[in-house]
């Protein structure tokens, strides 16, 4: 079974554009969910989503939006740029189950660099 | 809201010796989810191990294993037998569980060299 994959891997960007961030989850999960890695910040939880609604949104501005598709892939767009968007971008899927907290799965990264 | 601390930052080890990660979590809730997650050098997140909080026995898979202390909010990690594929950033985290949704709060990490 394919794992998460994230696209593009590498990219980079000035200040003031924007940008979209892909992700595929493993076939069969429903939820996705977007995390920011830097190294000040460590990783922080952006958003979450599940069967093409918004479950879940971390403490982060409206320049950062997502949303998911029917067959679960998922985008996640940040506007206008800022120096400090510089980061890992980390998606992760998970199959959950019933009672919520199924593993999570993660993809291995888009690596923004804002110049 | 919940928190996470990694108080270790670095840790190192020898290969074959057995090492501890630290890891302290605030919440009031009390039923909850723990985990400890390894990122290689690669980057690729794995999880390592899995803790129900509602479950007193301690959580094991293979050479990794928990010491859960709920009261103390305590979630450590012990790895025996090193081996030189251990060498990874490793960040304890918590999740709330709330049905269909999922959201990891983490520790800002270990970072575990071993070493010959």
């Known amino acids: 079974k394919a794992g998460v994959t994230q696209t593009p891997r590498y990219l980079i960007k000035t200040r003031g554009q924007q940008v979209t961030l892909s992700c595929s989850p493993i076939?069969?999960?429903?939820?996705v969910s977007w995390y920011q890695q830097t190294p000040g910040q460590g990783l922080q939880f952006l958003f979450e989503?599940?069967?093409?609604?918004?479950?879940n949104k971390g403490n982060f501005p409206g320049r950062f939006s997502g949303r998911q598709f029917s067959n679960s892939r998922s985008e996640m767009n940040v506007s206008t740029l800022e120096l400090g968007d510089s980061a890992l971008y980390l998606c992760?899927?998970?199959?959950?189950?019933?009672?919520?907290?199924?593993?999570?799965?993660f993809g291995e990264g888009s690596r923004l660099t804002v110049l | 809201a919940q928190t996470v601390t990694q108080s270790q930052p670095e840790m190192s080890v020898q290969e074959a010796e057995t090492v501890t990660l630290s890891c302290t979590y605030d919440?009031?809730?009390?039923?909850?989810?723990l985990f400890w997650y390894k990122q290689p050098p690669s980057r690729q997140m794995i999880l390592v191990i899995r803790?129900?909080?509602?479950?007193?026995q301690n959580a094991t898979e293979n050479r990794f294993s928990v010491n859960f202390q709920k009261a103390a909010k305590s979630f450590s990690l012990k790895i025996s037998d090193s081996q030189l594929g251990d060498t990874a950033m490793y960040f304890c985290a918590f999740m709330k569980p709330t049905g269909t949704a999922s959201k990891l709060t983490f520790g800002t990490g270990t970072r575990l060299q071993v070493t010959l």
């Open positions: 989503y599940f069967s093409e609604t918004q479950r």
């Open positions: 076939s069969g999960h429903r939820s």
């Open positions: 992760a899927s998970s199959p959950l189950t019933q009672g919520g907290a199924g593993e999570l799965f």
């Open positions: 803790q129900e909080a509602y479950k007193q």
């Open positions: 919440t009031s809730e009390n039923n909850y989810y």
